[in-house]
Antibody, heavy 121, light 107 residues
Framework: EVQLVESGGGLVQPGRSLRLSCAAS????????MHWVRQVPGKGLEWVSG????????DYADSVKGRFTISRDNVKNSLYLQMNSLKIEDTALYYC??????????????WGRGTLVTVSS | DIQMTQSPSSVSASVGDRVTITCRAS??????LAWYQQKPGKAPNLLIY???SLQSGVPSRFSGSGSGTDFTLTITSLQPEDFATYYC?????????FGQGTKLEIK
């Protein structure tokens, strides 16, 4: 089955860190760029970060630049998001998302179910 | 950054109706536009890419058009499963950006 399964979300205090993981299956993971997109429950969608197939191209939204780090392991078919210095406004459902291309083509054709990150004291 | 504005924010329609949702970009994006459908409690699903290309597996009652700054998503003969929230997204310039969403409700 073609799917993405996120894990690692939870409740964390402001200023602390969290690492999200995404396990991919059912497709050739190393052939595609990958992204993280977040959504505050009941609100709209916000792109967070993207990584090309080889990790040679990486981008971040200004809102997370310098605090979040995206990475991937093509052997383990996994995508990661290291989130440091978390802020209350980072609270959201984080989706692992597959790009349609090997580079950052910015069309998202497969989404996981999401993992909820809650930043609160 | 490019701002994407959808209209209306919500629309009520009946099964069998034809519905059109509009998306406007704050600057020209060519045909670099996608449409997504999101049902409550579910992840978004890609419907249309490159403004008018139908994603594999998506019913043909969904269609997209437009280029530059103005785009439309049209759903002909609404089905019960089409009631959801729809988002447009520009893929032309970094960072990609989404519209605020249009909620399609049953009349």
């Amino acid at each position: 089955e073609v799917q993405l399964v996120e894990s690692g979300g939870g409740l964390v205090q402001p200023g602390r860190s969290l690492r999200l993981s995404c396990a991919a299956s059912g497709f050739i993971f190393e052939d595609y760029a990958m992204h993280w997109v977040r959504q505050v429950p009941g609100k709209g969608l916000e792109w967070v970060s993207g990584i090309s197939w080889s990790s040679g191209s990486i981008d971040y939204a200004d809102s997370v630049k310098g605090r979040f780090t995206i990475s991937r392991d093509n052997v383990k078919n996994s995508l990661y998001l290291q989130m440091n210095s978390l802020k209350i406004e980072d609270t959201a459902l984080y989706y692992c998302v597959k790009d349609t291309g090997v580079t950052l083509d910015w069309y998202f054709d497969l989404w996981g179910r999401g993992t909820l990150v809650t930043v609160s004291s | 950054d490019i701002q994407m504005t959808q209209s209306p924010s919500s629309v009520s329609a009946s099964v069998g109706d034809r519905v059109t949702i509009t998306c406007r970009a704050s600057q020209g994006i060519g045909s670099w536009l996608a449409w997504y459908q999101q049902k409550p409690g579910k992840a978004p699903n890609l419907l249309i890419y490159a403004a008018s290309s139908l994603q594999s597996g998506v019913p043909s009652r969904f269609s997209g058009s437009g280029s530059g700054t103005d785009f439309t998503l049209t759903i002909t003969s609404l089905q019960p499963e089409d009631f959801a929230t729809y988002y447009c997204q520009q893929a032309n310039s970094f960072p990609c950006s989404f519209g605020q969403g249009t909620k399609l409700e049953i009349k």
